[in-house]
């Protein structure tokens, strides 16, 4: 418990908040720290933002590990998401290879930033010259990726951010939305449940802003039926 209460600590927050407030905190801490924002010529402000940047990252992931266990009081997955009425497909793709041609990479012991070509820009953790463990990709389209990495693609937890509006946050394997997550449209629908492949498939819930839900089975983006 004295491990959870020095990430509470480390992110400036009180324990029992919710896990949308321990993100916010996590971003704020790492906007701010973001060895960018300090001046390479000066080794001390760089080693001290790494330093702040590594303690950050390993707050967030013990406490999302924390609110991921507990299931229930602190709960991590509190709200819903949608299709908006649409067969839209919410699959996500990686744009980029293991071994992208870059044109700029700040080497530190762990943490890089990447900028490609074509706009497209990451800033995280690395491993062996890959992506790997926490980060954030900007695509040149302002669509954005927040979350783990495992060998240059999006694996783990994360969070989908559009241009658009619309949002979607839980988890990704390989490359893909899959597994237990939230998706939210700018519309002020959302749909609760299991993914497959980027689309609703398992069980999960539908709401739409009008009030209505469908709480039930999917295949393939298509409600099937409720619950039995």
């Known amino acids: 418990m004295a491990l959870m209460k020095k990430y509470y600590q480390i992110l400036k927050i009180e324990p029992g908040v919710t896990f949308e407030e ?7 801490k790492i906007k ?12 001390r402000l ?23 266990k507990s299931n229930g009081g602190v709960n991590w997955l509190t709200d819903d998401f949608s299709d908006n009425n ?17 044109i700029r990479a700040r080497q530190s012991p762990s943490y890089r930033t990447f900028t490609w070509h074509n706009g497209n820009r990451f ?10 463990g926490w980060g954030v990709y900007f695509y040149n389209n302002g669509d954005r990726y927040e979350g783990q990495f495992f060998e240059s693609k999006p694996h783990g937890m ?13 988890e990704f394997i390989a490359d893909s939305i899959a597994g237990q997550g939230i998706y939210y449209y700018s519309s002020g629908d959302s749909y ?25 089975w999917w295949k393939d983006g298509e409600f099937l039926g409720k619950d039995s």
């Not at 321990?22 to 704020?28: G, L, N, P, S």
């Not at 800033?123 to 790997?132: A, P, Q, V």
């Not at 449940?193 to 819930?205: A, L």
Request: hydrophobic share 25%.
């Open 32 to 43: 701010f720290w973001h060895p960018d924002r300090f001046p390479m010529e000066s080794p």
């Open 86 to 102: 649409k067969k839209r497909s919410t699959i996500f793709k990686f744009q980029e290879n293991s071994s992208p041609e870059m």
């Open 123 to 132: 800033e995280g953790e690395t491993l062996d010259n890959k992506m790997h």
């Open 46 to 68: 760089q080693k001290k933002a790494h330093e702040q940047v590594s303690q950050i990252n390993e707050a967030y992931k013990g406490l999302e590990l924390l609110y991921k």
């Open 192 to 216: 609760n449940g299991e993914f497959v492949n980027g689309k609703p498939q398992g069980r999960g819930t539908l709401k739409l802003s009008c009030g209505s839900e469908y709480r039930g």
């Open 158 to 170: 994360g969070s989908l951010f559009f241009l658009n509006g619309d949002r979607y946050e839980g």
């Open 22 to 28: 321990v993100k916010r905190a996590y971003r704020e």
